[in-house]
């Protein structure tokens, strides 16, 4: 200052002087700054301070600082920090990526795409094409895992509502889901299931739909439908026709859809084995309630109504209702008990005929018989009381076989004295030539059901038939056995027509054999 107030001042060691001055100012700042950059360091270095610190710090400086060379000496340092800072981000969000990829659930998996979503946003990730190439692979990689993820999710929801849920047809079900399942899936991304690889999420749940329809459908399908009809039968006594037409409904849809239709076969098979279950079920329904297990129980009436219930179900069937052996085993026992009632009707007019004549000396007109048929005959065959169809304990049958026996025994020495003298009369009545035969012919056909190998007397008109009715019940009574079941069970096994009691089923075949047996022919 001195040597500028002089008159001549030294201009150059002012211009010197200044500069020394100058050169000192910047030292001490440069001093300062560095003193203080140190501590930053220090606080870095020991985890005290963060990048985000160092960053800070650098740029407040750089605003407070018009050095220049201290200025470019931050502004370098500034870059170096932030691509330091960069690169840590990275490395955090890498890690986290690759911790929501290794939890590998669904919620973790979408975490991790939208991380890597973006860093794929950040400009210097897409100024560098390897570090874009590698997030973009790793976005793939997520993705794939997720579909897989999906995949097992979504089978096991299925498990768990299986468990959980009660349905009628869980297979109609599973079929429904599977094909929601592949109508909802996606096609861009390969998909690794079970060490299976396959092209699309779509594919695996079609070879899933498929593989399900080939190997279990059928069993299902059958076996649900089975348990339901059997679960009614039990509860109900019968099968109710409403299941019955859901039934036809459920397969007319199966038939129908044109998903399953490389798949007829199986499905034709399913749907074969519920309806065959059903009609087997229905047979025993009808064979009940028609009573066509009884030979003694039936009417006319019964028989229409049981005809009825055939034709409703072959409507509601069509051709499928000839799948069932045993619905065409009822349609033989109806036609079976049509036949005893044809030969009871028969046996009872044969009998009034009997009775007329021997009340009137004559046959009946046909006119006679046609009204008597309309007015009078018999349109229900012999009722078992309801005591006679339950079951005897042993000792019941051995009292019975013990007081029956002999009593039929000392029944059969009465009829043949009666046969005898029945000869006997007829042998007078032709010597005599007895102008009044209407009297002396009731007489003779009285014994008109005699015990075997004993023949009977033939004194009637030539058109008196012999053959006196196909009814082995009316035989036994008009003999004055017992006709029960229990006692023609027994006489069968007695005349050799069954080995055991147990073989004796009253069919239309074993009773016409034992009334032969019986009469001796």
């Known amino acids: 200052m001195e040597e500028q107030a002089k008159t001549y001042p030294d201009i150059a060691f002012v211009e010197e002087l200044k500069d020394s001055i100058t050169s000192f100012k910047k030292l001490v700042r440069a001093r ?30 750089l605003e407070d600082t018009w050095d220049r060379d201290i200025r470019d000496e931050i502004q370098d340092q500034i870059i170096k920090v932030t691509e330091a800072k960069r690169d840590q981000d990275r490395k955090i969000i890498d890690s986290q990526i690759a911790f929501y990829q290794k939890d590998n659930t669904t919620k973790s998996l979408n975490a991790g795409m939208d991380l890597v979503r973006k860093q794929l946003l950040k400009p210097e990730i897409q100024r560098d094409n390897t570090l874009r190439t590698a997030y973009e692979q790793q976005l793939t990689t997520l993705q794939k895992e997720r579909l897989e993820i999906d995949v097992e999710d979504k089978s096991n929801w299925m498990v768990m509502e299986m468990v959980s849920t009660e349905r009628t047809n869980p297979s109609l079900w599973k079929l429904a889901v599977f094909s929601g399942f592949r109508d909802k899936a996606g096609t861009d991304a390969p998909v690794n299931i079970g060490g299976i690889r396959y092209n699309s999420e ?25 348990n339901e009809a059997s679960l009614m039968w039990n509860k109900l006594g ?52 028609y009573y066509l297990d009884k030979p003694d129980i039936a009417t006319t009436s019964s028989y229409e109504q049981a005809k009825q219930e055939l034709e409703n179900l072959k409507i509601l069937f069509g051709a499928d209702y000839s799948l069932s052996p ?29 009775e007329f004549y ?28 309801p005591e006679e169809l339950k079951a005897k304990r042993p000792e019941e049958m051995v009292e019975e076989e013990l007081i029956t026996k002999p009593a039929l025994e000392e029944k ?7 046969v ?16 009044e035969p209407k009297v002396e012919k009731p007489k003779v056909e009285e014994p008109k059901v005699e015990e075997p190998k004993v023949e009977e007397p033939k004194v009637e008109k030539p058109t008196l038939p012999t053959y006196t009715g196909p009814s082995i019940v009316d035989y036994l009574k008009s003999a004055g056995q017992a006709s029960s079941f229990a006692s023609r069970k027994r006489l069968a096994v007695q005349q050799g027509i069954v080995r055991t009691a147990a073989e004796y089923v009253g069919s239309a075949v074993q009773n016409t054999a034992l009334l032969k047996k019986v009469r001796g022919f």
């Open 412 to 418: 059969k020495t009465e009829l043949e004295k009666e």
């Open 238 to 289: 019968l099968l109710p026709d409403t299941y019955l037409k859901n039934l036809v409904t459920k397969n007319n849809l199966l038939r129908t859809n044109p998903e399953l239709q490389p798949f007829q076969t199986v499905i034709s098979s399913a749907i074969q084995d519920a309806i065959t279950n059903a009609l087997d079920l229905k047979s025993r329904d009808i064979t009940a309630k």
């Open 32 to 61: 300062k700054f560095r003193d203080s950059y140190f501590t930053l360091l220090q606080d870095l270095a020991s985890g005290r301070k963060s990048l985000e610190d160092h960053l800070e710090f650098l740029q407040t400086t």
């Open 202 to 226: 779509r594919e695996y749940w079609q070879t899933t739909l498929n593989n399900y329809i080939q190997s279990n459908f059928a069993n299902e399908y059958a076996k649900e439908n089975k």
């Open 420 to 435: 005898e003298e029945a000869k006997k009369k007829v042998e007078e009545a032709k010597k005599a030539k007895e102008e």
């Open 326 to 354: 045993e619905i065409q085993k009822v349609e033989t026992k109806l036609l079976a008990k049509k036949v005893q009632q044809v030969e009871a009707i028969t046996a009872d007019i044969t009998k009034w005929m009997n």
């Open 358 to 385: 021997k009340e009137q000396g004559r046959f009946p007109t046909s006119d006679e018989i046609s009204n008597y048929i309309k007015t009078q005959a018999k349109t229900v065959i012999t009722e078992i009381e």
